[in-house]
């Protein structure tokens, strides 16, 4: 009986010892390079293998990297007819302000004292953090340049009616991606052009950049497809473009997973697509399995000087 119960429980004891070893490995590239197009797409994909060698020293930060692009009010055609979660319909945004850039790895690090990345470099944008890492950054900003921060810590709600930093609610995002474009790209109907504007599964090296090295969008955003995708202040839900508010949609009041925008650097030129959702529960930022495909940049109320052009 002995030699029978032993016989029975070796496969699972092998199979428990090989799972636990594998967990500290970072897993090859898969070679994904899109998500599936599902109304709840979710992405953890393994990430390449960790570089075994000292990485180069980055380029000279530009001088800019904290700078905010004002972004005008006004209308466009949200959404995406080729997605089911998407359907075409119109928005009105107030003005805001956006950064620049990605938020860098020494920004994050300045304001935070850590740095959570996977690919290290000062310049290269923050990544494999969570939803609430990046809305705590926001706060901590918001209080260094002494302006009223947006999230609730216990909560995690937004006061869209405060000063500060906050994530662009998905709206936001698209508008100004889109920077007055009509076509599914920002820049033309096909995405023969992405490798100009972002770096993507064909020409990042399989790993993330230093922020500001491709062109930017028309509105001077960097980096506004590809490298990183972008956390939105947004919850996820497939059918909230059918009950939107026109005017500044602020997201459903709750939900489980957060929504993502832009592509990322293991992903295909299809995710970059202006209006192309992506969502991720808020809280992965696991370090066994890689998430270090998701970062983010800020946003914040335009002053009325500036709002009022």
């Known amino acids: 009986m002995t030699i029978q119960l032993w016989s029975l429980r070796w496969p699972a004891l092998l199979g428990a010892a090989i799972m636990l070893s594998a967990c500290g490995e970072k897993p090859a ?48 055609l949200m959404g995406d007819k080729d997605e089911v979660d998407a359907p075409p319909h119109e928005v009105s945004v107030s003005a805001f302000l956006m950064d620049k850039y990605l938020v860098t790895q020494d920004q994050f690090q300045k304001l935070m004292g850590t740095n959570p990345s996977r690919w290290k470099g000062g310049q290269n944008p923050v990544e494999q953090l969570r939803w609430s890492d990046a809305a705590k950054f926001c706060n901590k900003r918001s209080e260094a340049e002494g302006l009223k921060p947006c999230y609730d810590l216990a909560t995690l709600k937004c006061d869209f009616t405060a000063d500060g930093y906050r994530l662009p609610t998905e709206a936001e995002w698209e508008y100004a991606c889109r920077a007055g474009t009509t076509t599914p790209y920002f820049f033309g109907a096909s995405p023969a052009k992405a490798g100009d504007y972002a770096w993507l599964d064909k020409n990042a090296g399989g790993k993330p950049h230093p922020v500001g090295q491709k062109q930017p969008n028309p509105w001077g955003l960097y980096d506004i497809v590809g490298n990183v995708w972008h956390w939105c202040n947004d919850f996820y839900a497939v059918d909230y473009y059918t009950t939107a508010p026109k005017q500044d949609p602020p997201g459903p009041a709750d939900g489980k997973n957060k929504v993502l925008r832009g592509g990322a650097w293991r992903f295909s030129a299809d995710n970059c697509r202006s209006g192309y ?33």
Not at 61 to 70: E, F, G, I, R, Y
Not at 297 to 309: E, L, M, S, Y
Request: some cysteine; overall charge positive; glycine content about 8%.
């Open 277 to 309: 959702r992506y969502n991720e529960s808020p809280g992965s930022a696991d370090t066994c399995f890689g998430y270090d495909i998701y970062g983010f940049r800020c946003v914040r109320r335009a002053p009325a000087a500036v709002a009022g052009k």
């Open 29 to 76: 590239d898969s070679g994904a390079s899109a998500p599936p197009v599902a109304p709840a797409k979710s992405a953890n994909p393994a990430p390449p293998p960790a570089p075994t060698t000292a990485a180069p020293a980055t380029p000279t930060a530009p001088a800019t990297s904290a700078a905010l692009v004002p972004i005008p009010a006004g209308k466009f």
